[in-house]
Antibody, heavy 125, light 108 residues
């Protein structure tokens, strides 16, 4: 059974760096075609894709947030970490960790298959 | 970057058919996925590759995609279908995964 669980601070001050951890089980991020992503949802707003990391360490970022985001993985610990620098109240959101559907062994797919429950982060002084 | 446009809300009576649209330039040339999101829960994939249903998703959920519009259709709508629905594509030209703005389905 595949599960993903997000963890991190509930409250962060503006200009600080936010670090979120996705702990997962039921699959290996070293397997070809396996990819994990972060998606967020500000209160009352839409889902927003943020970043993705693949089994091959290839990374992708939302263009408008590229300079503030870093996604990394620790395959031995089954974790994916997202850091966001210089946070702002507009970064207040529920952050979801998602495993993409493994449809091939050579590329990340386009389907967000299994989602974590999400973790709420508030940016406020 | 690629933009997906959804109407903010759709309302239908129980037992009727709901159609939720997702607009995008030449979206018919892309593969569209749909997610159901209820408050406080994790989103759930309901349609992938325009028309396919994951296991466990009722046949009442179906999808289509042509031209500049993709559509999620929910037949025989039930109270439990009330949720936000999001379309999503991968934009290969920019390597960006893109969500629409979401449509709130209200069951009257």
């Amino acid at each position: 059974q595949v599960t993903l669980k997000e963890s991190g601070p509930a409250l962060v001050k503006p200009t600080q760096t936010l670090t979120l951890t996705c702990s997962f089980s039921g699959f290996s991020l070293s397997a070809g075609g396996m990819c994990v992503s972060w998606v967020r949802q500000p209160p009352g707003k839409a889902l927003e894709w943020l970043a993705l990391i693949g089994w091959d360490d290839e990374t992708y970022y939302k263009t408008s947030l590229r300079t503030r985001l870093t996604i990394s993985k620790d395959t031995s610990r089954n974790e994916v970490v997202l850091t966001m620098t210089n946070v702002d109240p507009l970064d207040t959101a529920t952050y979801f960790c998602v495993r993409l559907w493994q449809r091939s062994t050579t590329a990340c797919s386009d389907v967000f298959e299994i989602w974590g429950q999400g973790t709420m982060v508030t940016v406020s002084s | 970057s690629y933009v997906l446009t959804q109407a903010p809300s759709v309302s239908v009576a129980p037992g009727q058919t709901a159609r939720i649209t997702c607009g995008g330039i030449n979206i018919g040339g892309k593969s569209v996925n749909w997610y159901q999101h209820k408050p406080g829960e994790a989103p759930v994939l309901v349609i992938y590759d325009d028309v396919d249903r994951p296991s466990g998703i009722p046949e009442r959920f179906s999808g289509s995609n042509s031209g500049n519009t993709a559509t999620l259709t929910v037949t025989r709508v039930e109270a439990g279908d009330e949720a936000d629905y999001y379309c999503q594509v991968w934009d290969s030209s920019s390597d960006q995964w893109v969500f629409g703005g979401g449509t709130k389905l209200t069951v009257l």
